[in-house]
């Protein structure tokens, strides 16, 4: 399984952060398609004064009142110097915090350059903070899965299996039984942690099913707005099994499976298909089980203790 490349470009990251930030893009509008190749925010107040090292391209370099205040000491050669230095480099945006005044030579320089130059009235720490959760979201790995992707007693669960086993069936009858359908068919899995996948519905794909003999079902036309999300962390994965191959299958389920989704081990429950079985309460009862197993509890390892206590018991078997 691949890991997809992203980036994300500055005019993206603007229409992203501009009204919660309250930006103003003030110089450098030609930049906008630049790259962001890293999710880290700096504030690059040694690069001022010349430690050139501390200049890193393609990333965004927030000026705040430490930085804003040593450029207003400065005479004029030594403020040009200064922003120039910052400039050295292929930056991929620079912020302005706090709502400071913003010297023209900056101005100048974000022309020049072609780097777009914001400005905005909150505090650099804040800037920074929301900055890098939305760059770091959309540079997160990411992968395709196939299935049908779910949100069961607020769990986030995927239904796979072999073409035609019935996965959109079955994830029809739990939409009907109120649980939330996130993507059918196709699954984009962003690695947004060490330890955490987010599961998105892709855009062209979002409140549609389809369903065998139906066509393409609008989930959200016809059983409302709770029906539907469109992303969800992935916890659980629910694979259903062919008949023929339940030889394979643990009795007793004391053996725990998990699959490696991006470097994250991801819980895997495989349930047998046949006729006659009631699909969408095996897939609930699954899910309050995993729950359960979250809690501490395993009711095939208390079966076994209880079976290894009665063994133990001298009066075991004595009629």
């Excluded at 705040?64 to 292929?90: H, K, P, V, W």
């Excluded at 959760?133 to 949100?151: D, K, N, W, Y």
């Excluded at 299958?249 to 298909?273: C, F, N, Q, T």
Aim: glycine share 6%; proline share 5%; net charge negative.
């Amino acid at each position: 399984m691949d890991a997809l490349i992203h980036h994300v470009t500055v005019e993206e990251l603007f229409r992203q952060a501009g009204d919660q930030l309250r930006l103003t893009w003030l110089a450098g509008q030609t930049g906008g398609s630049r790259r962001l190749t890293s999710e880290t925010v700096q504030k690059p107040t040694l690069a001022l004064i010349g430690h050139l090292n501390f200049v890193h391209p393609n990333r965004v370099q927030v000026l705040g009142c430490a930085e804003m205040d040593y450029l207003g000491r400065l005479e004029a050669e030594d403020l040009q110097q200064a922003i120039d230095n910052l400039f050295s480099t292929e930056l991929a945006a620079v912020v302005i915090a706090n709502g400071e005044a913003v010297p023209a030579p900056l101005v100048e320089a974000a022309e020049r350059t072609a780097t777009p130059l914001f400005t905005s009235p909150e505090q650099s720490p804040y800037l920074m903070h929301v900055l890098t959760h939305i760059i770091t979201q959309a540079l997160a790995p990411s992968t395709i899965l196939h299935g049908v992707f779910l949100e069961v007693l607020g769990l986030g669960v995927l239904i796979s299996g072999d073409p035609s086993v019935g996965k959109s069936e079955l994830a029809l009858e739990l939409v009907t039984r109120g649980h939330r359908l996130v993507a059918d068919d196709a699954l984009e899995v962003y690695a947004v942690s060490p330890e955490t996948l987010e599961g998105r519905c892709p855009i062209l794909l979002q409140d549609f099913m389809e369903v065998r003999g139906l066509g393409v079902l609008n989930i959200r036309r016809l059983f409302g707005e709770t029906a539907v999300k469109h992303k969800k962390n992935v916890k659980l994965i629910i694979h259903l099994t062919p008949a023929e191959k339940w030889h394979t299958v643990d009795r007793l389920d004391m053996k725990a499976e998990s699959r490696d989704i991006l470097g994250v081990a991801v819980p895997e429950v495989r349930i047998p298909v046949a006729v006659g079985r009631n699909l969408a309460v095996l897939v609930e009862v699954a899910v309050r089980n995993h729950i359960l197993r979250l809690r501490g509890f395993n009711s095939a390892e208390e079966f076994a203790e209880r079976q290894r206590a009665m063994m133990m018991d001298p009066d075991f078997g004595v009629d």
